[in-house]
């Protein structure tokens, strides 16, 4: 299936902790974004990353570090969890013109 | 800055009702405008856009008309049904490049049967 994948779906974790979050697209876009939707369901940019290449990095901490080893792919990596990261992470891929694709979301847990 | 401001949720209609959900943006420039729909448990799906003044996107039975001089992109639907349920997200930024979107806050619809 051609898509926006990203895993886990859930993770529950305790504070302190560090984690990743996997993100492929195998929609050929030039493109990825993270996004965290808060309990609120407001949705803000985090990252943006174009070929590899970082281009937005919104104002978030330096907890959260991405990481792009091919355009396919676009990891989030968070060090020393807090409660307040909880919330839904969406990747997204997008190609030069066009729509945002998005992952059906992880949903974060921190306890 | 960009940015883009929503009518609060939730909103909880009847089936067959009239839907408006407002957005109003704040620009330079000349951006496009989205509407992004997320079904529970999904991500953000891509409703309908409109790239310049005037524009009228639509789909699904969705439309939401480009308005420059009142600065609004108003999500409407003539008649609902219970599948319209989601969270709408009204959305501006470039179509090309690599820029980002600047996301509304979200409005919550409901429909009862």
């Known amino acids: 299936d051609t898509a926006v994948s990203q895993t886990p779906k859930y993770l529950v974790t305790q504070m302190g902790n560090d984690k990743s979050i996997k993100c492929e697209q195998n929609l050929g876009h030039d493109t990825m974004y993270w996004y965290k939707q808060d309990s609120k369901k407001f949705l803000k940019i985090m990252f943006s990353y174009n070929n590899k290449e970082l281009i937005i990095n919104e104002t978030v901490p330096n907890r959260f570090s991405p990481k792009s080893p091919d355009k396919a792919h676009l990891n989030l990596h968070i060090n020393s969890l807090e409660l307040g990261d909880s919330a839904v992470y969406f990747c997204a891929s997008r190609p030069t013109t066009g729509k945002l694709f998005f992952g059906s979301g992880t949903q974060l847990s921190v306890l | 800055g960009n940015s883009v401001t929503q009518m609060e949720g939730p909103v909880t209609l009847s089936e067959e009702a009239f839907l408006t959900i407002n957005c109003t943006y704040t620009?330079?420039?000349?951006?496009?405008l989205f509407w992004y729909v997320q079904y529970p448990g999904e991500g953000l799906q891509l409703l309908l856009k409109a790239t310049k003044a005037d524009d009228k996107g639509s789909n699904k039975g969705f439309e939401a008309t480009y308005r420059k001089e009142t600065t609004s992109f108003h999500l409407e639907k003539g008649s609902v049904q219970v599948s319209d349920s989601a969270v709408y997200f009204c959305a501006l930024g470039a179509i090309q490049g690599a820029q980002k979107l600047v996301f509304g806050q979200g409005t919550r619809l409901t429909i009862n049967p």
């Open positions: 620009a330079t420039g000349y951006p496009s």
